[in-house]
């Protein structure tokens, strides 16, 4: 069902190429929210919309500014959330429902400090708590910023890089 959703996306960015940075921008948001993550796994989408930017007249580098921005903002709020509930996110849906995701987030920081949230950025679970709990136990707002831009563009690049690429593979080999 989800791999029907994937394709829809890439199907809509094909047809109104004006919405692929709107679009790029709200999945790479979702996909970096503490809460949303963990019910909309959104990467597969954008892999999907870097092969449509491969085949098509889209620009890449809009693209790419959206989705690390959205993906930015997104860590952003994460942070904030935590900053400001502090450890009692944890009993809140649906991270009640993982309640290992916190302490492996907290062990995770502490262990690599800034460099785990960039690090964090390019693992499913870590991506959902590890800003959250960079908030929970008040990580220097700076410190976490600069890893989050750092790595958001990075994650944003890496992602429609691998649509794109996955794309010429296929059209070498089946022209």
Do not use: C
């Amino acid at each position: 069902m989800f791999e029907e959703y994937t394709q829809a996306v890439a199907d809509f960015v094909r047809a109104h190429e004006v919405w692929a940075a709107p679009i790029v921008g709200a999945l790479a948001f979702g996909e970096s929210l503490a809460f949303i993550s963990l019910l909309l796994p959104a990467w597969a989408m954008l892999v999907a919309i870097g092969a449509v930017i491969s085949g098509s007249g889209i620009s890449f580098w809009p693209i790419l500014v959206a989705g690390a921005i959205g993906a930015a903002l997104g860590d952003w709020l994460s942070y904030w959330v935590g900053l400001k509930l502090g450890p009692a996110v944890a009993h809140m849906w649906p991270l009640s429902r993982h309640p290992e995701l916190i302490p492996r987030g907290e062990r995770f920081v502490k262990l690599w400090g800034a460099l785990g949230i960039m690090i964090g950025r390019f693992f499913g679970p870590l991506r959902a708590s590890v800003p959250l709990v960079a908030g929970i136990f008040a990580m220097p707002f700076w410190q976490f910023q600069a890893a989050n831009f750092v790595s958001a563009f990075i994650w944003a690049a890496m992602l429609l890089t691998l649509g794109d690429g996955i794309s010429k593979i296929f059209k070498f080999i089946w022209p």
